[in-house]
């Protein structure tokens, strides 16, 4: 039975019950009708009451504090580390009416303990407490820190968020996310997994801000995740609940076939967006916070002249790079393509942006395809590589499926520096060449290419970094820096205005004669 069909009057029964919502949730599962829920929920007995546990506070506190049982459940509350934080405070115990008490949290529960529930009920009474708790554990800690200062409510939440980002060192990331996180947060640390956990409410608002804009700007991006991988390769609505089954079973109940060779690229693919959403920062420039949204151009394959963006991860195919440089300009000459991510970035200097996070090379020929992995714009191994991610993606935009690729040999070219004709270095590494790379296609691609093409290319180009640096003047040279060089990306908001530069009168005299 599901809770949508749950009668008005079995919803008023649990309301008035001292059943959790997941207890409810639980008995509403195991039953098929509303006749057999209201015998389910008129079984249930309201267990005893603790002797001792009564109306008298200072009996109550006495019984609260040699009910061991107790302590098991308290663990188990997210506010353990405040209740902990408060009773580190008294680090000689407690005298409470002439008795020593090794903690005052049994004063604390039983203060806000007026009905008397917390050991009959300890689920149920945390869930309906929990709030109150949490303020009243705040006003505590605050007074015994401060030796009884009167304690006060901020009044602005903007002074509230000012210190918890200086307390936190959250100078790098937007303030909607840091205020999210502040709401969310229930310890005096922040983890990974919390950052990670608010990652989805600030994503739907960037969404929400920015989609349109995006949109405006490309046409033809398309916002991918993992759930839309799955339903675009097999057709399934993905359930992405914490209870939910692997895909395998899905796909088994949704009556969808599937290769273990399938489910297994999968798996790795629900590992690389796990990667992704872990870290926020930027690996081309730290001072930029992504959104980890991912939004792919379905039309525009074409390699760019100058790659330096997408040079994730120390990635070689930077202009100035003495390894990579002419790399993409000589796979382009051989009829590579690029696949382009997108993402959502933040600076404090010039908000919100557009920014580069993923790039693959392909190669195709008919209707077969090639490649040797994917470059994203995050931390970690699977950043650099990920074969699977880019097996499926590459099948979702070309209408291939996972079985239809297999290891397959690179060109027979060295990852080498070759000389123009003006004996300067064209700067050669890429995966899909001689090396430990793997490469995968649906067919043997990249053995089309030998040493009598890059041969060809060298007879007749420039090297990258030679011709920037000689054939540009400076102001052309830093046109190009700026635009295609240096890591910004497109504005989706108004740019702040700069504070007006105050130049000495020599300055300005040169810079009008410029």
């Not at 870290?279 to 001072?287: A, E, V």
């Not at 000689?470 to 504070?499: A, C, V, W």
Request: proline share 3%; glycine share 6%; with cysteine.
């Amino acid at each position: 039975m599901k809770m949508s069909s749950v009668n008005k009057e079995n919803m008023e029964t649990y309301r008035e019950s001292m059943m959790t919502r997941k207890e409810f949730e639980g008995i509403v599962e195991e039953v098929k009708t509303n006749k057999e829920l209201a015998e389910r929920l008129a079984q249930i007995e309201e267990p005893a009451d603790i002797e001792g546990y009564t109306e008298d506070f200072v009996e109550a506190v006495k019984t609260l504090n040699g009910y061991t049982d107790i302590l098991e459940v308290i663990r188990s509350w997210d506010l353990v580390d405040k209740l902990r934080e408060y009773q580190g405070l008294f680090l000689s115990g407690y005298t409470f009416k002439d008795e020593y008490l090794t903690t005052p949290i049994p004063l604390v529960l039983v203060g806000l303990d007026k009905e008397r529930t917390l050991l009959k009920y300890p689920d149920k009474w945390y869930e309906d407490h929990r709030e109150e708790l949490s303020k009243t554990l705040d006003l505590l800690i605050y007074r015994k820190k401060n030796e009884g200062v009167q304690y006060q409510e901020p009044t602005s939440k903007v002074k509230d968020l000012e210190h918890f980002i200086s307390e936190h060192s959250l100078r790098k990331y937007p303030k909607v996310f840091s205020y999210l996180l502040m709401r969310k947060l229930t310890t005096d640390y922040i983890e990974d997994e919390d950052k990670r956990a608010v990652l989805p409410q600030y994503q739907k608002f960037i969404a929400k801000s920015f989609d349109s804009k995006i949109k405006e700007i490309n046409p033809n991006l398309v916002k991918v995740t993992y759930a839309s991988m799955v339903k675009d390769y097999f057709g399934l609505d993905l359930d992405e609940s914490n209870n939910a089954p692997k895909l395998a079973k899905q796909l088994k109940k949704a009556g969808i076939d599937y290769t273990e060779e399938e489910v297994r690229h999968f798996g790795e693919v629900a590992n690389w967006w796990k990667d992704w959403n872990t870290t926020n920062i930027s690996t081309m420039q730290s001072s930029t916070f992504r959104t980890r949204d991912l939004l792919v151009d379905k039309s525009d394959f074409t390699i760019p002249t100058i790659v330096d963006k997408w040079a994730f991860n120390d990635s070689c195919n930077k202009s100035d790079s003495g390894a990579g440089a002419d790399t993409h300009l000589v796979l382009r000459s051989f009829g590579f393509e690029y696949l382009k991510g997108y993402s959502v970035g933040y600076t404090r200097q010039r908000g919100y942006e557009l920014f580069p996070a993923m790039r693959t090379y392909f190669l195709r020929k008919g209707d077969d395809i090639a490649h040797a992995g994917t470059y994203a714009d995050f931390a970690g191994t699977r950043a650099k590589a990920c074969y699977e991610f880019t097996t499926v993606l590459l099948c979702i935009f070309f209408n291939k499926k996972v079985d239809d690729f297999n290891r397959i040999q690179g060109m027979d070219i060295a990852c080498d520096n070759y000389r123009d004709k003006n004996s300067n270095n064209i700067c050669f590494w890429a995966n899909q060449a001689r090396n430990d790379y793997t490469k995968l296609g649906t067919a043997e691609l990249f053995r089309d290419f030998g040493y009598d093409d890059i041969k060809g290319y060298v007879e007749k180009s420039l090297s990258l970094r030679h011709t920037l640096g000689t054939y540009l003047n400076s102001i052309e040279y830093r046109g190009i820096q700026s635009k295609y060089m240096d890591f910004k990306g497109i504005p989706l908001q108004e740019q702040k205005e700069q504070e007006p530069e105050e130049l000495p009168a020599l300055v300005q005299e040169l810079r009008e004669l410029a």
